[in-house]
């Protein structure tokens, strides 16, 4: 189509379609004038403008009902010729806006008048809106004359209806953004800003407005979150922008004070205006702070980031423009951004930070009080409702009113320290953070966790208030209250005065139990925000903190900690035996049903100290591992001192103990430049073997001492072994003269010795034995004489004595001593070339197998002992050392034939647990010295094996899946993965062959469990 660029070619082929509109007023004639439109320039169309808006405006005031349709397609066509011009004339300008607003509210022709529809709502607000943006200058000033009062009054109140009644979103956003031209708040570039008397005049006008503009933004404000963000947005920003207009500091300070002053044009229509007056400005300025209280604290939790962000600019502005006369609502502007300092999001966060900044620079506030009082005061009556909110508020309360006290900490910045120094104010923020961080210890979980062993850990690591460990707290369980808690410490500690601050909790420490883990994690934090560690804070300290300043302070503390009350707590009895009745393999009680783990009791009060002992413990641990991270290298003056505590916890049986102990090890290694926990323990082993030693020649001290060396065996390398020998044997020796009352501490250390010296010697021995193969089956090879008369007859007469011991068949001590002392002629295999191989290869033994021997010697007796918990230690530790006595055969197998009598007993008649660890140590005893084992195993374990197995077939048959979890499955499924391989390794003959397939036979049914017919196919 032709574009129409003069005004004689547009009215040309305009006229047609607006004579026939006016005839005809039909949706297909606003069509084609529509359509015509679009080929007119803008130019021409200017020209024309009035003559083509008379159609469009002649149809919209005809009487009558008339079609939706009709009226939404003449408003949008307006519209578009608005859009494509500017209005010149002011007349114009009110009689197109006051048709446009008689669209949204059409007089009823009979009774109530049918709702509008959405589309007609949203095309008058947005022709509206044009409307708006096509006057410019003097002519859209023309609007806003106290004539035209009236019809403002009903353009806002219909907007402003729309706003808040509306459910479509897109309508509510449009009303409030053409509401927001409408206060000549616009923001786009091609509108002016207002000279000085220009916003004089419309500050007065739309003051008749803000009460309900202020009332009905407020509730669109605190609606329902599900509107969306962006109708709270518009909403906030138009309550700004309008109260700025009506209520700035500078529009109030020219507001004449009696009707005789107005202006001659004001005074004719003066009584519907309000008199801005001193009375006035105080009465609007009462009612606006209670509805800025509302809009404060629904919008600063809200969900949605640009709604907190808006609110920031909300406080900025009404801050700069309205200080003076919006006083009253000083306070809940500063609370809201002081909530927001530490909001989640960046671009909050950064922007108030900015408003603060600007706050705090300028000092004062209303009546001439300073900052630092207001902030202060605020700050006492927080912390003094700190407990009573955070024990009533939801979750988004609490980390709203927690936000709330982080804001005060941070604005105040290096004023805390003054504030501080009020005895008032310290105790009640004090007395506020040890209420609300007080610990849950009645969870089960810290009774449970202790059952984990070497499983792994036994809770999920959380970077939370106070180290890695996940605490229950009793007031709160959500993440980000525990992260703002942190920050409130932290903050604190960096602008605080140090020593008052760990003076005064150290003394709650020490005043009361009920508070001391209380203390303990707020003094962590305190250390850690000192250090500049993790804080966030709006403004630097005054003075740098001294490293001689912080390690005094971290020195007072520790020595606190590691005192003998707050050090070593009772953290529970060790696992209680859970029975030792015969109900094992078919004995009494051997049902499957007597196997199952009964369920654990609810703890009680005991339960509750124990688990409080324990979290006491793993407070003060993250205590020492953070005071290291915040010294970092001059952390070792202080190392001697803590290394020892730690790695005695390092080595309690508690798990969650241990676990928080080697996590700060390892922080105090790594700020003392040590690469590893070993280099760190080898560094400053002549220290620690020297303390363990001092504490295994007293008996109050051995427990501890042996904790230590265990943890020390367990994170060393075997460059340690020779150093720690003689102390070794100092707890062989304790062990041999109490080993009723001590002996599970000392089995503790002895397993830990035990596994360092599999680790560190296992593979050694294994690189041995293959080397020596090697080189034999070279010398083969090459042809070469491998083994000498003299070697031969040693072979023979060592496995004569080997299948003697083998078979049960030594002599007693007594009759050998007899038999070399007395005369004549020596046997053979007592001769004295056995004995000097004997007492050669003895004294050929490396020093780890020594031990070893040594150890399984000292424990072979212990196997009967009346303590299932003892019991199983013993053949944990026997199986550790049948794998370091391999390669040494004539050593291991006397000490295995001395062992067999009291293991049979274990495999035959003792506790499920029992029995299980006990069949785990036969298969380890069948892999490293098979022969020794075969008539054995095919005599007295086999028959009984499979006998247990074809009886308890029929119960796993017909089982459910809970049975998965009992001892009977956990036995049936680890005999039928070992039988395969102790028939290998035993080289068993047809008939032991045949016992095992019938035993195995059963569990190849489709109806067994599946890891049962698994292990049985194999």
Sequence with gaps: ??????????????????????????????????????????????????????????????????????????????????????????????????????????????????PLSEELKLAVIQALHTLL???????????????????????VSLLLGLAERERAKQIKVSALRCLQVLVLQCDCQEHRPLAADEAQRCGDLFASFLPGMSITLSRVITGDVKQGHKPAVCAIRLLYLSLGSVM??????????????????????????????????????????????????????HPHWKVRLELVELVHHLLGSCSRSLADSFGHLLKALVGLVSDESGEVRGRCREVLQGVAQRGLVAHSRALTDVLSENLHCLATALPRLMSSQDDCGKLATL???????????PKVDAVLR????????????????????????????????????????????????RKYFRFFREEKVLRLLQQVCRVLGYHGNLYLLVDHFVGLYRRSGLHRRQAAMVLNELVTGA??????????????????ELRGAVASILDEYTEQ???????????????????????????HGSLLLAPPEPPGTAARATNGNVWQLCIQLEGVGRFAAALGSAFRPLLLSALYPVLEKAGDGTPLVSQTALAALGQVGEACGYPSLPALIADNSDYLVSGVALGLRQPALRPRAARVLGAVLRHSDASLLPLLEDVIQDVLSALDRSYSDQASAFLGVLHSLMTALAAWFGSCCAEERGQAGQSCSRAVSQGQQVVTRQELEQFFLDYIRQKQMAEGDLPDTEEEEEEEAGAGEVPPLAGPELSSSAMEEEAALPSHAQLAKAVMERCSHLLSHESLHLRLKVLEVLELCVAVLHPHGTQLLPLAHRAWPPLLRRLLSDHPLAVLRAFKVLCTLADKCGDFLRQRFSKDVLPKLAQSLLSQAPASAQAGPVYSHSLAFKLQLAVLQGLGSLCERLDLGESDLNQVADACLPYLSARQPRKLQEAAQR
């Design 531 to 548: 250090a500049g560690l993790g804080v966030d804070v709006l403004q630097p300290r005054d003075a740098p903190l001294g490293v001689d």
């Design 422 to 469: 009020s005895a008032s104010h310290l105790q009640r923020l004090a007395q506020a953070l040890l209420q609300v961080l007080e610990l849950d210890v009645s969870d089960v979980k810290v009774v449970e966790e202790r059952r984990w062993g070497r499983e792994g850990p036994p809770e999920p690591l959380q970077q939370g208030l106070g180290g890695c460990q």
């Design 1 to 114: 189509m032709a574009v129409f660029d003069t005004p004689q070619e547009a009215f040309g082929a305009l006229r047609p379609v607006c004579v026939q509109l006016t005839r005809a007023q039909t949706m297909e004639n606003v069509g084609l004038l529509r359509a015509r439109l679009a080929a007119v320039s803008a130019p021409a169309l200017q020209e024309l403008q009035e003559y083509v808006l008379f159609p469009l405006r002649f149809a919209l005031r005809l009487p009558g009902p008339q079609q939706e349709r009709l009226v939404q397609s003449l408003v949008q066509c307006i519209s578009a010729v608005l859009a494509a011009t500017c209005l010149k004339k002011p007349e114009l300008l009110r009689e197109l806006f006051s048709e446009l607003c008689s669209c949204l509210s059409p007089p009823p022709s009979s009774g109530k008048a049918a």
């Design 133 to 155: 943006h096509a006057a410019r200058g003097d002519v859209v000033l023309s609007l806003y004359q106290p004539s035209t009062l009236p019809l403002l009054g009903f353009a």
């Design 403 to 413: 936000s709330l006290l982080l804001g005060y900490l941070k604005l105040l910045g």
């Design 565 to 591: 009350a707050n050090w070593h707590l009772p953290t529970g009895p060790e696992a209680e035996d859970a029975g030792s009745g015969e109900c094992a393999w078919g004995g009494p009680g051997g049902g």
């Design 248 to 301: 700035a500091d500078a529009q109030l300070a020219r507001v004449p004070q009696s009707k005789e002053k107005l202006p001659a044009e004001q005074s004719r229509v003066s009584e519907l205006l309000v008199h801005r007056g001193p009375e006035w400005s105080a009465s609007t300025a009462a009612k606006l702070a209670l509805l800025l209280q509302k809009v404060v604290e629904s919008s600063s939790v």
